[in-house]
């Protein structure tokens, strides 16, 4: 009797592999995969801005610098994630920027984004957009925060820390 279990048992599960297999081989096309080449850095201090009256200053961090190989032009996406913190009341930007070593700077979208003010250590997420890179260059992504300066002389700060910056690349 347990042999007769046995089989039955054994033999759905063949039937159910051999369909699975079938839908597998019937199932839609599969197109080539999209290559996708990824670069990250982390900073533990990152970008700043202050502001106070009519004279301020920019904190800048190195640059992340990557080679895109030959081949098709690519679409790029810059993601930053980082902790930051204000004083004042902004407004406060994130942009990153995207330059060919050697050549001009790439257009990104948006151009910049808002952040809201954060007097407590506030942690968020940004990405731009960045079509048409050519394969066979290097190329260098700047991010960067800022403000503006105030009338009243109140002051704009803002710092930014635990920054990972990471570009994604896909070709069309």
């Known amino acids: 009797m347990l042999t007769r279990r046995l089989a039955g048992v054994l033999a759905l599960t063949l039937t ?3 369909g699975f297999a079938a839908s597998a081989a019937t199932g839609p ?4 995969p999209v290559p996708v080449q990824r670069v990250q850095r982390y900073y533990g201090t990152g970008p700043s ?6 004279s301020g200053g920019i ?3 190195r640059p992340l610098r990557f080679a895109v190989p ?3 032009t690519s679409t790029g996406v810059v993601e930053v994630s980082f902790q930051y913190r204000t004083k004042g009341k902004g407004p406060f930007v994130v942009h990153a920027g995207l330059e060919q070593v050697g050549g001009g700077d790439l257009v990104s979208r948006p151009d910049e984004l808002a952040l809201a003010p954060a007097p ?5 997420t940004v990405r731009f957009l960045t079509p048409d890179i050519e394969g066979g260059h290097t190329y260098r992504v700047f991010v960067g925060v ?5 009338s009243a002389g109140a002051g704009n700060h803002i710092s930014t820390r635990r920054m990972v910056v990471t570009v ?3 070709t069309d």
Not at 29 to 32: E, G, L, R, V
């Open 146 to 150: 800022n403000s503006s300066f105030t």
């Open 120 to 124: 407590e250590p506030t942690s968020t």
């Open 29 to 32: 096309s599969t197109k080539d």
């Open 59 to 61: 904190g800048q961090v």
């Open 16 to 18: 159910g592999l051999g």
């Open 49 to 54: 801005a202050d502001y106070s009256g009519d």
């Open 70 to 72: 030959e081949g098709a």
């Open 168 to 170: 994604e690349l896909s």
